[in-house]
């Protein structure tokens, strides 16, 4: 099961937990916004954006995020409901699903389709799954 901590204000930066590894942003994030998160989340890995968001995201931000390492993934996180759990969780089933497509040799951007078709996650997410497991 993976877990992507959603946080849908600036505020809640200052409150997340120092050893969260991927993030979900559900706000237009500014440069100094993205520093305080490297800093409150010092081993974050990845770092999710809706389309809209990405598409506007500061060049210095990207890079910046880029040369802490920290991967930035499009998609959203369909469905989800934060008063009810402020983590959107990866089913198991779906990372089966990925290994199964895998281990029968279907390439990255086929099971990125396939899987991101049955369960809503963005092929970006699914990528970065394969990529994370290899």
């Known amino acids: 099961m993976m877990k992507i901590r959603v946080v849908s204000?600036?505020?809640?930066?200052?409150?997340?937990?120092?050893?969260?590894?991927?993030?979900?942003?559900?706000?237009?994030?500014?440069?100094?916004?993205?520093?305080?998160?490297?800093?409150?989340?010092?081993?974050?890995?990845?770092?999710?954006?809706?389309?809209?968001?990405?598409?506007?995201m500061s060049h210095a931000g990207q890079m910046f995020l880029e040369m802490q390492g920290v991967e930035i993934i499009e998609g959203d996180v369909w469905g989800h409901r934060k008063d009810i759990d402020e983590y959107y969780t990866i089913d198991d089933k779906v990372i089966e699903r990925i290994d199964s497509l895998q281990s029968e040799g279907v390439n990255a951007d086929e099971i990125a389709g396939k899987v991101s078709r049955e369960s809503k996650l963005s092929p970006a997410m699914i990528k970065y799954m394969i990529k994370q497991a290899a």
């Open 9 to 56: 204000s600036k505020k809640e930066i200052d409150e997340l937990n120092r050893s969260e590894q991927m993030i979900h942003l559900a706000f237009r994030a500014s440069n100094t916004d993205i520093f305080r998160l490297l800093q409150a989340c010092p081993r974050l890995r990845a770092i999710q954006v809706p389309s809209s968001y990405y598409k506007t």
